[in-house]
C-alpha cells in the first residue's frame, strides 16, 4: 500500500495510501470485571491480538488489511453488579457499530468486527444484519476456540499471561463455578454474575499459563483467518469456521 507504513494499525496509516485496503478488522471488546486477577479490559486486549496476528498474515501474503483502534466499551450489563464495570447496552452498541461500518464502508470496501465479549453476540448480530441488508459486505467473528471456559478463567488467564504478564496478578485468582456457559447462562441473564460467582470467575485460573496462552492464541488466529478467508457467513453475519482447532 503505497504512501502507508508496514504496520497494520489503521492509527499508524496516512490517508492517500488506504485507496486499495481491502479489510479493515475492528477489534470489539468491553470495559468489564475480570475477577480479582486480570485486568478490566481483557476483551479488548485479546480482540486486539487476534486481529493484528489475522492481519499481518494477510500483510505477509500480499493482501492489504488494515486494523481499526478497537472498541473497548460493549454490553456488559451482566457484570453491572461489580464496579468499574462500563457498558453502554445492547442498543447502544449495535447503533455504534452500524455507524462505524457505515463511515468505514465509504472508503473500505470491507469490515469484519472481532469480537472478544460474549455479552456483545446479540447487538452485533441484529447491527450486522442490518448492514448486509443495507448493501454492505460486513461481517463479524468471534476469539473463540473449543474447550475454552467461561469468564477470566485459564483460558482468559492463560492469554494474557501470554500478551501482558505484567498486568496479571496471578496471586490473587481463585477458583470459580466450573459448569459450561450454557448451563449458567439462564442464572447470568436472569440475576447477573455476581450472584452466581462473587468473586466475578467462571472457571478455574489457578493453572494459568502463558505457554497455554501462546497455543490459544494461535488457534484463536487460525479459526479467525479460516473464516475471514471463506468469506462465508451464516443468517448472524458471522463468518463460519469450516474446522475448530483446539490448543
Given at each position: 500500500m503505497t504512501g502507508r507504513c508496514d504496520s497494520p494499525a489503521l492509527a499508524d496509516a496516512r490517508w492517500h495510501g488506504l485507496g486499495d485496503t481491502a479489510v479493515v478488522l475492528v477489534p470489539l471488546g468491553s470495559t468489564e470485571q475480570h475477577g480479582p486477577h486480570l485486568p478490566y479490559d481483557t476483551d479488548t486486549v485479546i480482540a486486539a491480538a487476534v486481529a493484528r496476528a489475522a492481519a499481518?498474515?494477510?500483510?505477509?501474503?500480499g493482501a492489504p488489511a488494515l486494523v481499526a483502534p478497537a472498541l473497548a466499551y460493549g454490553a456488559s450489563g451482566e457484570h453491572q453488579d461489580f464496579p468499574g464495570t462500563v457498558s453502554i447496552g445492547e442498543e447502544a452498541l449495535s447503533a455504534v457499530v452500524i455507524e462505524m461500518a457505515r463511515s468505514l464502508r465509504t472508503w473500505s470496501p470491507r469490515v469484519v468486527f472481532v469480537n472478544g465479549h460474549g455479552g456483545n453476540v446479540r447487538a452485533l448480530a441484529a447491527a450486522v444484519a442490518q448492514l448486509r441488508a443495507e448493501g454492505h459486505d460486513a461481517a463479524w467473528a468471534p476469539c473463540a476456540v473449543a474447550g475454552a471456559d467461561a469468564h477470566a478463567g485459564r483460558t482468559e488467564t492463560s492469554l494474557m499471561l501470554h500478551l501482558a504478564p505484567e498486568r496479571v496478578r496471578l496471586q490473587d485468582a481463585v477458583a470459580g463455578p466450573p459448569a459450561p456457559v450454557a448451563e449458567l447462562m439462564p442464572a447470568l441473564r436472569e440475576r447477573g454474575v455476581r450472584a452466581v460467582s462473587p468473586t466475578?470467575?467462571?472457571?478455574?485460573?489457578?493453572?494459568a499459563c502463558p505457554e497455554h496462552g501462546a497455543l490459544i492464541l494461535g488457534a484463536m488466529v487460525e479459526s479467525f483467518s479460516r473464516r475471514l478467508t471463506a468469506g462465508a457467513v451464516d443468517r448472524h453475519g458471522c463468518l463460519r469456521d469450516v474446522a475448530q482447532v483446539a490448543p
Open positions: 499481518q498474515r494477510l500483510l505477509d501474503r466475578g470467575v467462571l472457571g478455574d485460573p489457578t493453572d
